[in-house]
């Protein structure tokens, strides 16, 4: 069987789309190729090498037929940025000396960002033998830009020229977007492009009624409370009137949402933590409806909850503008409201009612995600591509 190997930054235990989607890649192709993958030692969003790997320099294991290497990382979710790029550096030394020690297949899929990390891969195992697949999940640094983590300067333009190396050395890209793959082509047509979205690979659950005892939707949000996300903005402009609100997850604004729920006990906000993805699938059925937020339009980003919960049959209001919003639209999947404007979101919200949100709208949305966002389908196109 031949050998394929994934260097990726995120991967279970850690959750997050970027982990998700690595994942059930590696356990689709694990039946065609011998799949092996590299990593750092499970960290994130915590910042902190996680309980079970404390103490480790390396980890090797195998796990559902696929070989794991857990790499050292000087783990940190720091705002200051010189230890946030001494954490980037740090990983990618780990992969040198990885590379260095360890026989690396003809086959190999990075993932990007971060941009040092894959810049390390594509400088070092740049070979006439070797095809490289870059698998990009956002526009970074454009996508910094926009958030305002990044300022143009300097450190932005060596960014950019990081970017476009890795594009010009990569034989495949896998882009999660149109406006990726797009984005790219105005830098290089040297590539193959693949659209690879990030389809989840889990079942379809019965669905359920759900049921109100104070006549108000449960709206509910679950994943990374980062600052892209910006959810605690949205707890504090929030109309409660027909709402109320339930968060599950856990990231850098976990413990300023936490205060703001405790200085509002008046509010209907009930925060519920971080659960094993199972667990929440079926917590996510009990809800009306789900909202996805972006504080800022992100071009190139299609939040992989949005596949995800329309395989679970969830009723989707979203929020953050760019092609997800497109998404919505053409499989009529929920409800748009402009993107960071608070006024017209809970406008929006004032126009559901929750005998709009049905059994039938519900099983809707299903069998359209059943067509149209099928995992094994892709997972075929890829397999063809690779």
């Not at 070989?67 to 000087?74: A, D, E, F, P, S």
């Not at 953050?320 to 402009?338: M, N, P, S």
Request: glycine share 6%.
């Amino acid at each position: 069987m031949k050998e394929l190997m994934i260097i990726t930054s995120y991967f279970p235990p850690e959750i997050g789309a970027a982990s998700n989607r690595i994942f059930h890649m590696a356990e689709g192709l694990k039946n065609d190729y011998d799949i092996s993958i590299v990593t750092p030692l499970p960290n994130y969003p915590t910042g902190k090498i996680f309980k079970d790997y404390k103490g480790k320099f390396r980890s090797t294991t195998e796990e559902n037929g696929i070989k794991i290497n857990r790499l050292w990382i000087y783990a940190s979710v720091s705002k200051n940025k010189f230890l946030r790029l001494f954490a980037m550096l740090s990983y990618s030394f780990s992969l040198i000396w990885f590379f260095m020690w360890n026989n690396i297949p003809d086959k190999v899929i990075v993932q990007s960002p971060p941009l040092l990390v894959s810049f390390t891969c594509m400088f070092f195992l740049r070979s006439k033998k070797r095809k490289l697949i870059l698998n990009v999940s956002d526009l970074w640094p454009s996508a910094g830009l926009e958030l305002g983590a990044l300022k143009e300067g300097f450190s932005y333009k060596i960014l950019k020229k990081l970017e476009a190396y890795n594009y010009n050395n990569a034989d495949l890209i896998l882009g999660q977007s149109n406006e990726i793959l797009s984005h790219i082509k105005s830098i290089t047509t040297k590539p193959e492009l693949f659209l690879y979205r990030n389809f989840p690979q889990i079942e379809f659950p019965k669905l359920r009624e759900t049921s109100s005892q104070n006549g108000k939707i449960k709206m509910v949000y679950a994943g990374l409370l980062g600052i892209a996300q910006g959810i605690l903005k949205l707890c504090q402009e929030l109309d409660y009137r027909t709402i109320e609100f339930h968060i599950y997850g856990s990231g850098a604004e976990e413990e300023a949402i936490k205060t703001f729920i405790n200085s509002n006990k008046n509010l209907p906000i009930y925060f519920h933590g971080r659960v094993k993805r199972d667990d929440l699938h079926l917590a996510l059925l009990k809800y009306d409806l789900t909202i996805i937020p972006l504080l800022n339009r992100i071009y190139g980003s299609v939040p992989s909850k949005i596949f995800e919960y329309a395989k679970l049959g969830l009723p989707m209001l979203y929020f953050g503008g760019g092609e997800g919003e497109d998404v919505i639209k053409t499989h009529q999947l929920g409800w748009i409201a402009k993107e960071g404007d608070y006024k017209h979101l809970n406008e929006v919200l004032s126009g559901i009612h929750l005998k709009d949100l049905n059994h039938g709208l519900k099983s809707s949305i299903q069998d359209i995600a059943k067509v149209q966002f099928n995992f094994e389908k892709q997972l075929e196109k890829l397999k063809q591509t690779l």
